[in-house]
């Protein structure tokens, strides 16, 4: 449901998907960056912060019942795949959630798209 209007009802569960994703991205990225072996994360670290933005990015669409908002749910999606693909190759804890938020973000941008 939205928070002043109900006009982002149904798509909802995507603002809250995309936002949680930006968070655990975000999260991710910083204790990536604590790991003592960046050279070993580099492709990991590029893509959580480019899902973080592209995730805070289509949240905002969305919230702003944008134009163009499936446009950022498909590269959202795309995006949150790849980052997912490449967290899954650590077997840290925090990565490997990550990679499931990032799995239940592109599943509910996908949701959007055929919607």
Do not use: H
């Amino acid at each position: 449901m939205g928070i002043v209007t109900f006009k982002t009802d149904t798509v909802q569960a995507c603002i809250d998907a995309c936002e949680q994703c930006y968070q655990a991205c975000m999260e991710c990225f910083n204790l990536c960056l604590e790991e003592g072996v960046l050279p070993l994360r580099k492709n990991c670290i590029s893509l959580l912060a480019g899902c973080a933005m592209i995730c805070n990015m289509t949240a905002f669409k969305m919230s702003m019942s944008a134009l163009i908002t499936k446009e950022y749910c498909q590269l959202c999606a795309q995006i949150c795949n790849a980052c997912a693909a490449e967290c899954s190759k650590f077997e840290d804890d925090y990565t490997l959630i990550c990679a499931d938020v990032c799995r239940r973000c592109a599943e509910e941008c996908s949701i959007m798209l055929a919607g």
